[in-house]
């Protein structure tokens, strides 16, 4: 007999949930992404980064995202950083002071 | 019968998600390495150190870290630091304080 099995391939990609928030954690977005290939194409089409230069980094921490090996180890849901040029990773609470003054 | 396993065996290698900052805290990067013969390789490579000797230590307290066994007993995304020639550890909130100089 022959059977079908309807279970995915472990090989087939499958997107993942990730959140990515501006530098100044103004805005974050949730975004469905199959690779780091495809978050960064994402990414410039969804915040409306056009050409510009940028790198993921960790929102928690500033660890730079940069291959797809390591991208795909990280949980889901996630939450990264787009960082332009001249922008620099800083903690939470550093900024959330900096608003209150 | 003929059977096939599908489970991954135990001695295959796994690559475990590090975290990698230079001595300063001014860069953070995500690698991915089967040993700690490939992080370091991998070290080298991504954070462009040429031939030049480095330790690699734990960010939170400057463990020296050189056996694979140590390695491998850390916990995933743990974060390393990179020590060259003439740099030294240093705690976190001291760095803090000095930027804010």
Known sequence: ?????SEPSPEA???RPCRVSTADRSVRKG???YSLEDLILKVQDTLMLADK???????EDGT?????????ALAGDTVFMVLQK????????EQ???YQL
């Open 1 to 5: 007999t022959q059977q079908l099995l």
């Open 64 to 72: 730079i995202v940069e291959t797809e090996e390591y991208f795909q």
């Open 53 to 59: 230069p940028f790198l993921l980094v960790l929102e």
């Open 31 to 33: 975004i469905m992404a």
């Open 86 to 93: 001249g922008q620099k990773w800083q903690p939470p609470s």
């Open 96 to 98: 959330g002071t900096r």
């Open 13 to 15: 990609p499958r997107p």
